[in-house]
Every structure is written in structure tokens, then in C-alpha cells.
């Protein structure tokens, strides 16, 4: 009798279901996710037909979901929990770089390049050139640091989504420092665009009144022995949606310059240093 | 700056982000989804790699979803989610027979039967003679009332599960009330089943070390005008099952009494009375 459903202890007995010889870290999760679910509708009183919309939404977007697609992360972004996530994973002593979240194009292999060299091989876009230095909590230079860098192209592509249209690893490469934790390579002042938002999380955002558009920004992931890998963007601060960024992107300290050069209008320059924090405090 | 995300207030950050002019009901109920979330991912501090584990857990169980398998209503049966929405949304006066969960397996349009016909049509099982009144909170019998019935067969399968095996409608039917408010049918006495557990739920229940299988049990849905609809179950006391029902669908006042007849081992007989709350109180 004890065991038998009630409203009042709903979660209490599903939770004291479960077995006695389970993993103990999938055991916490799985109670707090009851707990929490059952908190959520016992607060909205969520009725029987908001109840079959929550299903028919989920499965929708399970089944969009393809080798080229991942509904579930996007809907993931643009509720801030994989940002959350990002940041209860990625704590950092003051003055190191913040994290921000990986995004779903990065490809890995991409091309080793020289210092100094294009990443935009279709040569769309304005140009800028990204300086800049890895360095540790001190300021002292790290060599032999890692940066592999991607972007979209002037259209607001990744390469991989126009796989007939744009050169492979275009806006793609990974630079190593030298001794000085130097970095230099040009690429495009990057440009805003809408995540995929034909699909279940599109609707979603339309009925909850906001727009599927991310602010310009380059990704950058950053490692070498010693430090902890550091996956963040560098933002375009003037960027229509930098305060509105729809998964949460944007921190104040990765919003970075991007300056005029002489060179003409449509030449920049951007100077970020990355500060990497120890693997061991 | 305000709108940038932080661990802290991310929830917050999230639901300030909607827009003024949205439907205010979903606006309440996805604030408290989003505060929950959040509150989950903080209270257990989930790890990158478990996240990684829940997108392809529920990717595969949008993926499963097909005409004949919803993977996410059993999902939400399996953690009593489909009980808490079924319990908010059918509080009942005392007296009044309680509801349980519908299950996936009603099929509308079942025929029409007269008071004692056999619903079982494929002669496998223990026979069972069904009998009990459908009454409202003083006692008084219904007139009127639909009774539309539906159970597994011997096999432990519905009709809809096996197309080319059992006979259409087997073990289904609609009976409806005189003035004295009686039912009587013949169908089988039922069995235990396990719920689909082949797919990502059936892993889910391995890993917090439960079972998949509900007690034996019969459906009922009982409509009358001017009364409020009752989707509900009896259930057979003795089963092996009947304190671990997989989906928590048993209450104490739903275990019926299943008795042996002078008939032979086994002939029985199942009464139960259906109360049945009035729509407005």
C-alpha cells in the first residue's frame, strides 16, 4: 500500500521505486529530475492537453533530428541550459577567459596553418585581422598553445551547412604559438544569424516572443598542456543582437574590439588575448 | 549588459527574454519549466558528458516514435508524470470513483454489446463475469451511462498489439445502462504485461533497477451527461505486481475483487460499482 500513487508524494514514490543496488550518480539525477518534473506541474497545474502538446512537441522534435541535425541541443541553447551547464562545468579564477557554449559546427581535423595566414578561402565578407596573444593568470606567454578557430562565412554559413557551395575548412584553421603566445591570422569580421528555426523549436520561439538570430562572433577553442581547455566566441559588440544573443551566448568580457584599419573601410583588426586557467590550481 | 547570462540568475535571464504580447498561460508555464530545469542542473551539478547522455537519450526516444509506439508517453508514465497531470486534473469529490492513467491502448468506435455478452473472442484466458452498478454520490443508479471496456487478452496483449493473431475487438465493447443502473459482460479474468521495454525507457528502468510490468488489470471509461468522465482501471489484488505497477497507475480503492465461482477454477466474478461525480458540483 505504501508504494500506491498520491498526489501529495507523487515524486517520493517514484523515487522510492528505484533499486537498491543502482549507480549512486545516476540515482541523485534521476530523483532530482522526478522531484523537479513533478514540482513543475503540480505549480502550473498543467492539464491533460497541455500534457499531450508537451508530448506531441518532444516527439516532433526527436524526429527531426538527422546526422545533419540536433533539435534537442538547439532546444537546449535557447532555454540557457547548455549555457548553464557550460558554466557550472567551467568555473574560472578571475582574469582567466570565460567559457561560452561549443555550438554544433565545429568540425575536428581541421587544417594547421602558419601564423599570418587566410581562413576565408571564398572570399566573401570584410576582411579583419585577429591578434592577439595566450598567455596564463600571470601574463606570461604559453608556447605551443592550440587555437583552432571557425566562423561563418559573410553569408551567415558554417561551411559545413553548404557543403556545394563554400570551399571545405573555409573560415577554419588551427594556429600553435610560438614562445612568445603570439597568434595572428586573417579571416572575416564574422555576421549574426538565425539558427535553424523551421523546425519545433522555431515555433516554440515564435510563441514565446523572441527571435532565433545569434550575434556575430568567431569560436575559438584553445589548448595546451597544463591549462584547461578553454571552448569560447569572441563577439562584434556593435551587433544588432549582442544583448539578445538566443542561446545565451554573449558574456561582457568576450565582447571584443574590432577596429577600423587604414587599410580602407572594410578592413578591421580584432586583439584578444586568451588567458588560460591551470588544470591545477 | 543586463540580459547577459550568469550561472546565478539564469533562469531569471531566460524568462525575462520573452516577449510582452505572448499567450500569458504559456508564458507561466514555461517560466516554471525553465526555473526547474535550472534548478535541476544546479542542484546535481550536471556534467557536460551526462548532458551529452540526456540529448541522446531523448533524440533516440523521439527517433522510436512511430503510428504504433509513443516512446514519450511512456516515458512520462514510467517516472508518474501521466498519474500527477491525471491526478491534477480529476480531483473528485469522496465517494466518487477515481481516475487512472488512459493508457495508449483505447481504441474509439468499439461495438455496441448488450448486457451479458462475452467480449473475449478468442477463447484463450479465465473466464470472468463482470457485474456492478453505475451510480452517482447518493447512491442513485444512472441511467444512460456508457461503459466502454478494454483489456490485454491471455497472452498479455491487446487486440491493437497483434492485428493478424487475435480477432478485432477482441476483448472490447460498449455496454450502456438502464434505469437501474446495472452492467453485466462476460471477458476474461486479466494478466499482467510488461510495457514496451526494448527501446530507451525499457534501458532506463534497467539502469534504476525496476521492473517494466503492470499488475492485471481491465479498462473503463464510464461517460453519462451531466456527469464528469471516469477513465479508470480495476485491478486484480493478487497479482505480483500489484505494489510495483511500473506506470503507478494502482489506488487502494481500485483493487476489485476477483472471486471464484461454483462454476470451477477458473470461472470468476468482478463486481464493482462505478460512482461517478457530477459535472458541476
Redesign the interface.
Known amino acids: ?7 501529495e508524494r ?2 517520493e ?2 523515487n522510492e ?7 549512486p550518480r ?5 530523483s ?3 522531484r ?13 492537453e ?2 499531450e502538446f508537451a ?1 506531441d512537441f ?6 527531426i ?1 538527422s546526422e545533419e541535425r ?1 533539435e ?2 538547439l532546444l ?1 541553447d535557447v ?11 567551467n ?1 574560472r579564477p578571475a582574469g582567466a577567459t570565460e567559457n561560452t557554449v561549443f555550438g554544433p559546427f565545429h568540425v575536428a581535423g581541421a587544417p594547421e596553418r602558419t601564423m599570418g595566414d587566410n581562413i576565408s578561402l571564398d572570399g566573401k565578407g570584410e576582411s579583419c585581422l585577429f591578434i592577439g596573444r595566450v598567455i596564463d593568470l600571470n601574463g606570461a606567454p604559453i608556447s605551443g598553445a592550440k587555437i583552432d578557430v571557425w566562423s561563418d562565412n559573410a553569408d551567415g554559413f558554417y561551411d559545413v551547412q553548404q557543403p556545394n557551395i563554400q570551399p571545405k575548412w573555409n573560415n577554419r584553421g588551427i594556429f600553435t604559438t610560438g614562445a612568445d603566445g603570439r597568434y595572428e591570422f586573417k579571416g572575416i569580421k564574422p555576421v549574426s544569424y538565425p539558427i535553424p528555426d523551421d523546425g519545433p523549436v522555431g515555433q516554440m520561439l515564435e ?4 527571435h532565433p538570430y545569434r550575434p556575430a562572433h568567431t569560436h575559438f577553442l584553445v589548448t595546451a598542456p597544463g591549462f584547461q581547455k578553454l571552448v569560447t566566441h569572441t563577439f562584434v559588440g556593435d551587433d544588432d543582437y549582442i ?2 544573443d538566443t542561446v ?5 568580457s568576450l565582447v571584443a574590439p574590432f577596429a577600423h584599419t587604414p587599410e580602407g573601410p572594410t578592413e578591421w583588426v580584432s586583439k584578444f588575448d586568451f588567458v588560460l586557467a591551470p588544470t591545477h590550481p
Do not use: P
Request: hydrophobic share 45%; proline share 0%; charged share 20%.
Open positions: 500500500m505504501a508504494s500506491y500513487f498520491n498526489e507523487s515524486a514514490i517514484v521505486r528505484m533499486g537498491r543496488d543502482i549507480n545516476f540515482r541523485e539525477i534521476m532530482s529530475l522526478v523537479h518534473l513533478h514540482d513543475f506541474a503540480k505549480e502550473v497545474e498543467l492539464t491533460q497541455e500534457w508530448i518532444l516527439t516532433k522534435t526527436g524526429q533530428c540536433q534537442f541541443i537546449s532555454l540557457g541550459f547548455s549555457m548553464l551547464v557550460d558554466a557550472i562545468n568555473r510563441h514565446i516572443g523572441r544583448e539578445s545565451f551566448g554573449v558574456k561582457q
